[in-house]
């Protein structure tokens, strides 16, 4: 097996292992984020270029670095590879101008997105991005248009990361919508006015790292942080039915799939889960979904309210027993 070592980490992976999926193993901040790859979906990544890392040593065979940067979601190790990505201020330097070129076009409208709070550039912004843009043109916009009854679709906001595009070919029966044109013309569009309607689309919402495509049952009915995501699940004939419930109050205001630290669902879920069981009695729920204590939908911190409801009745019963 191959031996790699990155940030000064050393791991040995099966032959053909990617540098991401090495650093995913070893976890932690030496991880480079992401926007296009998605290990669900074949084929992805190679577009976005944030995770950039240095080869500072190509093998033990051949210890010559690599010329450039790479993108570590394409490129595979080799046995005494060493790579740099944390640990090197050029690549955390490229990553910013990534982040500055995503920006180019990405309007600044978080206040108003769906997509605020769980959007992977906004995090990558606030990590590696620039105070101030140095792009003196106008950005390029485009109306807003439905592709199918489900789905909103905000060109402006997209970053061309493809992924929609490989969850319509390889999870719906029909891919009806792809990358028009090229360059800066290039825009994500359904063929002449096609609408995305099948029983996996909905899954092109989950993927988008961005609000680009969000889910018109959704939209604009509250901020994601001020929602309580529980896991639940039904017995569906079509998917796993292992979703995310999407509470405010009473009213389950969202589905979605159960999403992983790298922020890829587990499973791709069927629209008739997301999109048509918004009441609790279609649900055996199965508990509060964990988030992750840096994200900011982790603010109302009902996980460990319940957790300290439970610690309190255990002292309680405690207390009766040592008294009695
Ligand atoms: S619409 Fe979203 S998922 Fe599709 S290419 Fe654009 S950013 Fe990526
Ligand atoms: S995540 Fe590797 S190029 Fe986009």
Redesign the pocket.
């Given at each position: 097996m191959p031996k790699v070592t990155i940030d000064g980490h050393t791991i040995e992976v099966p032959e053909g292992t990617t540098i991401?999926e090495a650093a995913r193993k070893i976890g932690g901040d030496i991880v480079?984020?992401?926007?296009?790859?998605y290990s669900k979906l074949k084929t992805s990544?190679?577009?976005?270029?944030?995770?950039?890392v240095k080869v500072s040593k190509g093998s033990e065979k051949d210890p010559r670095p690599m010329p450039k940067p790479v993108?570590?979601?394409?490129q595979t190790v080799m046995d005494g590879m060493e790579v740099q990505n944390i640990t090197s201020p050029e690549i955390l330097d490229a990553r910013a101008g990534v982040v500055e070129f995503l920006l180019i076009n990405h309007p600044l409208d978080c206040p108003v997105c769906d997509q605020a709070g769980e959007c992977n550039l906004q995090d990558l912004s606030y990590e590696h991005g620039h105070e101030v843009s140095r792009l003196d043109f106008r950005k390029r916009t485009f109306p807003m248009i439905d592709i199918g009854d489900k789905i909103k679709l905000h060109m402006n906001r997209c970053i061309m990361?493809y992924r929609c595009v490989k969850v319509a070919e390889q999870l719906c029966p029909e891919r009806v919508h792809g990358v028009l044109n090229r360059g800066w013309d290039s825009e994500i569009s359904t063929y002449i006015e096609q609408a995305v309607d099948n029983e996996w689309s909905g899954n092109m919402i989950d993927v988008c790292p961005v609000g680009a495509l969000t889910d018109k049952t959704f939209r604009f009915k509250s901020r994601v942080w001020f929602t309580k995501p529980v896991d639940a699940h039904r017995n569906c004939p079509t998917c796993s039915g292992k979703v995310v419930l999407w509470y405010q109050g009473e009213e389950v205001l969202r589905v979605t799939g159960r999403k992983d630290q790298w922020g890829e669902v587990d499973e791709f879920i069927c629209n008739e889960c997301r999109f048509d069981k918004k009441k609790t009695s279609d649900w055996v729920i199965e508990g509060p979904r964990h988030i992750d204590r840096h994200s900011v939908i982790s603010q109302n911190h009902y996980e460990e309210l319940k957790k300290l409801k439970q610690d309190l009745s255990r002292q309680k019963k405690l207390g009766e027993k040592a008294h009695n």
């Open positions: 991401l480079p984020p992401t926007m296009c790859y990544g190679g577009y976005c270029r944030t995770c950039l993108a570590s979601c394409r990361c």
